[in-house]
């Protein structure tokens, strides 16, 4: 005797979740105005620019660099400059 089919349904697949392309400018902070470009066949060289205030971010690229790799770069860099900097926000120095 046959054994009868399975009426349950496969479950579903789970969607892979996708990596954003456009950034938020670390220095202007318009929300989605960071593009990253990667030219990996000429110069090996990945840039990150803002539209809004025209700040450019260039690192070196490899087969495997994503655009958030360039963005994160570039805010760590940023992050790896203002260290040791104290804003004083809302005191006057008279």
Not at 53 to 78: G, Q
Request: charged residues 25%.
């Amino acid at each position: 005797m046959a054994k009868r089919k399975s009426r349950k349904a496969p479950p579903p697949a789970k969607k892979a979740r996708k990596v954003p392309t456009a950034f938020d400018c670390p220095f202007c902070g318009h929300t989605g105005s960071v593009q990253c470009s990667i030219d990996i066949n000429k110069d090996m060289i990945a840039e990150a620019a803002c539209a809004v205030c025209k700040v450019v971010y260039a690192t070196v690229a490899n087969a495997l660099t994503e655009p958030i790799d360039v963005y994160s770069e570039w805010i760590d860099e940023c992050h790896k400059a203002n260290e040791g900097v104290h804003v004083n926000a809302g005191e006057d120095s008279m």
